[in-house]
């Protein structure tokens, strides 16, 4: 059973420290009681229950008393240094958690007087400055220790950047100017600080999403999506592999998390897929790759996608919608990679008598179809995505307590279950509040609309320099922050120049998350290849290069929906085009992958061309990747005319490898039959 997505120390959302602490005791029963008032609060905001009778609460006094119940333990989750106790709280982390809790309650309880006037301009009280600083220190140690000194130091020099931001060497990035109380006002009572897009995103819908998570993972659904996935894959050819892949989708559609993904279902498929002939490094990288699609794939992707929503200023369920067609080209990928490695290798699938019974499957977790159908219906048809998680989590617990014997919910259970969205809540709030500071400074100085023409300047209008620009700054900010770190920065930075270029907004955004996720699997951070690795018993960057290798195609995907945003289902007839480009994406990720693995379908193991396989294989790539490229918009070529070119290196490609091919059998072991 997989009853806690996130119990290891390492299983979290987006941090990218390992080392924490299990709260005992008290502490505990603390965790749970502020997690248990967390979600009550979320429902009485987001239900409109009037809890507190004869008193409206302003959404600013509802940020900040999520922000006082769930930032203090930061500093009792997270330890201070590498030598800190994990078996105890030292004085020094109780003195931070006090403080970040009264400067919390002292800003929540003057918020409303702040909005009525105008502090956050200016001339705010001396105590309420005073808090201000105490909680701008806190956020920073708490970034520090959820996101590590990289997120830190990328983010500290622009939340005081404020200070300074007329001196002259700034350049392009000089600003108005602020004082150290001004500054301090402004991003603790504006709304577009700490107070800002983050914190409202976690408020508004990160919440619901992440409960239902966890009571889904809670009630069984880790092994019944894992048994789906063996019945209906596991005797294709690689089973073992397209088992991990479709079930690392399944638990990513609904957790949203990367490693808990991996953890969760790589402790079942890594151990069968080096069973069944896969390297180690191989299976490792192939989990991590399909583990990272959890932040991709509707309808529950990561909490980048909220903020997303948040910037945009679009509901949840657009994001959701904008994401299918490239979370599906991502695991078609995958699948065909996988599937021209185990061709190329001789690798079979897994026997039916070791399956499961796919109609045992469903008898034994039929429920949660009803639960998922629920949340997608609330979501799309009746946009409710505040309300939806919230619906879908009652029904899978009214189903699961009638139906289910094992996983049937105790009061233990309920504590576990608190405890467990707790410290996801800590981790995401130390992070999200910390970024929010970001925003802030940007929105005081308002250098973006400036920085956007330089861009502009610097690319001399050109979309696809600037595009190739912006993924650069995306891969290099993402091998430091996380994702949705790195998503906050270039969506400031980069995305309004992007925007002042004419391309569709959300495909804009959806380019910079995409880029900024791929450091879960590019070394040297790798967060999921190294998490896949310490489960395979492989080298730990051996599998960060071989997950580069296997989830190739996701470097390519966000060029394609930036040039024609019909994959991103935006622009005239969304659908009909989306799914043309879509078929064309995926024809061409075919000869894509297999140039990449050496094998082509229809065509057999390219070892057979001889000298010729590596010309043979490159050829394959790039009439993959022409015909797979959408036309028109800011290509020079109509798509007519990009498909015929790709065609045209395709065909000829194909009837030399076949020829070749034919001619010369390849054994097993890789050697030509003379």
């Not at 089973?239 to 399944?250: D, E, N, P, Q, R």
């Not at 067609?325 to 996988?338: D, H, N, R, S, T």
């Not at 430091?480 to 992007?498: N, Q």
Request: aromatic content about 12%; proline content about 5%; hydrophobic content about 55%.
């Amino acid at each position: 059973m997989f009853d806690d997505p996130h119990g290891a120390a390492a299983n979290m959302q987006e941090a990218e420290v390992t080392r924490v602490r299990s709260l005992r005791g008290a502490w505990r029963w603390a965790l749970v009681a502020a997690t248990a008032a967390t979600i009550l609060l979320c429902i009485n905001q987001q239900f409109s229950l009037r809890f507190f009778i004869g008193y409206t609460q302003l959404n600013t006094e509802y940020f900040y008393l999520l922000i006082a119940l769930m930032l203090p333990f930061t500093f009792l989750i997270f330890p201070g240094t590498g030598r800190a106790p994990l078996d105890r709280i030292p004085w020094y982390d109780l003195v931070l958690f006090l403080a970040t809790f009264a400067a919390a309650l002292m800003l929540m309880s003057n918020v409303r007087k702040a909005a009525e006037a105008g502090w956050e301009f200016g001339r705010a009280p001396t105590g309420v400055i005073a808090a201000g600083l105490v909680m701008w220190a806190m956020l920073m140690e708490a970034l520090r220790r959820t996101g590590g000194w990289s997120l830190l130091l990328s983010v500290l020099p622009f939340t005081v950047y404020p200070l300074f931001a007329e001196a002259r060497w700034l350049g392009p990035f000089r600003g108005t100017q602020s004082t150290l109380e001004q500054a301090t006002a402004y991003h603790v009572l504006s709304g577009k600080s700490l107070l800002g897009i983050p914190i409202q995103a976690f408020a508004d819908t990160v919440i619901g999403f992440l409960v239902f998570g966890t009571a889904l993972m809670m009630t069984g659904a880790g092994k019944f999506f894992i048994n789906l996935a063996f019945a209906l894959c596991g005797t294709f050819r690689g089973g073992a592999a397209k088992v991990c892949i479709f079930a690392s989708g399944l638990l990513g559609m609904m957790s949203g998390s990367i490693i808990s993904n991996v953890l969760t279902a790589g402790t079942m498929t890594i151990p069968v897929m080096k069973k069944s002939g896969f390297r180690a490094s191989y299976a490792a990288a192939i989990e991590a790759c399909a583990s990272t699609g959890a932040v991709l794939a509707p309808p529950v992707m990561g909490a980048t996608a909220f903020v997303i929503a948040q910037f945009l200023n679009v509901s949840y369920a657009d994001v959701a919608i904008a994401a299918i067609i490239p979370a599906v080209l991502y695991y078609a990928g995958l699948f065909m990679q996988v599937d021209a490695y185990a061709a190329r290798h001789k690798l079979k699938g897994i026997p039916r008598a070791e399956l499961p019974r796919i109609m045992d499957t469903i008898k034994d977790g039929w429920y949660y179809v009803f639960v998922i159908a629920l949340l997608i219906v609330m979501l799309l048809y009746f946009k409710r995505e505040s309300h939806a998680p919230f619906y879908a989590t009652a029904l899978l617990l009214v189903l699961n307590q009638f139906f289910s014997k094992d996983t049937r919910w105790t009061l233990a259970t309920i504590g576990k279950f608190l405890e467990v969205n707790g410290r996801t809540f800590v981790e995401l709030v130390g992070i999200l509040a910390g970024c929010g500071l970001l925003i802030g400074a940007f929105s005081m100085t308002g250098v973006v609309s400036s920085l956007a023409n330089d861009l502009l300047h610097i690319a001399g209008d050109n979309p696809f320099l600037l595009l190739g620009m912006c993924a650069l700054t995306s891969l290099i900010l993402g091998l430091g922050l996380t994702t949705t770190a790195c998503y906050i920065f270039l969506a400031i930075l980069v995305a309004p120049a992007l925007e002042k270029l004419g391309l569709n907004r959300m495909a804009v955004h959806m380019f910079i998350f995409y880029w900024g996720m791929l450091s879960s699997i590019t070394p040297p951070v790798a967060i999921a290849s190294f998490a896949a690795a310490g489960i395979a018993g492989s080298p730990a960057m051996k599998t960060g290069w071989e997950s580069m290798w296997v989830g190739s195609i996701i470097y390519f995907l966000p060029f394609f929906f930036v040039l024609n945003p019909a994959l991103v289902l935006q622009g005239p007839s969304p659908y009909l085009a989306g799914l043309g480009l879509m078929g064309l994406a995926a024809f061409g990720t075919l000869f894509i992958c297999g140039g990449i693995q050496g094998y082509q379908p229809f065509v057999g193991d390219l070892r057979g061309a001889g000298a010729l396989e590596w010309p043979i294989r490159v050829l394959l790539v790039i009439g993959g990747f022409v015909v797979a490229t959408p036309g028109g918009g800011i290509m020079p070529l109509s798509q007519m005319q990009v498909t015929l070119l790709g065609l045209a290196i395709l065909l000829p490609t194909i009837l030399i490898a076949l020829l070749l091919v034919r001619r010369q059998p390849v054994m097993p072991d890789g050697l030509r039959v003379p």
